[in-house]
């Protein structure tokens, strides 16, 4: 379920990991920043919309992006792994180890 619910979002969940990828690749911040922030609203605007583009494939089509960033760069920065790297270190904090 909680896959289906980021997925509904389009993927502007991993709006974080993309900025540190466009930046990463010599992107200046506050430009990334420009550039997220637009194609997530793009990508907002469109949900449920027939033929709404998903975050990634905004980026992708992006000029200021695909100059820059390879899609398999923006691939690794959307993997939703990213967000449970964490898990089992903040589980153990909370709960003690098992």
Do not use: C
Request: zero cysteines; glycine letters at 10%.
């Amino acid at each position: 379920r909680m896959a289906e619910n980021l997925e509904a979002l389009g993927g502007v969940v991993h709006s974080g990991e993309v900025l540190l990828a466009l930046t990463r690749a010599g992107i200046l911040r506050e430009d990334a920043y420009r550039i997220v922030q637009r194609n997530a609203m793009a990508t907002w605007e469109g949900l449920g919309k027939p033929g709404a583009r998903s975050f990634r494939e905004h980026l992708e089509r992006d000029p200021e992006v695909a100059g820059r960033v390879s899609p398999e760069a923006l691939a690794r920065a959307m993997d939703p792994a990213l967000h449970l790297r964490a898990v089992d270190a903040v589980f153990a904090r909370v709960f003690g180890a098992a």
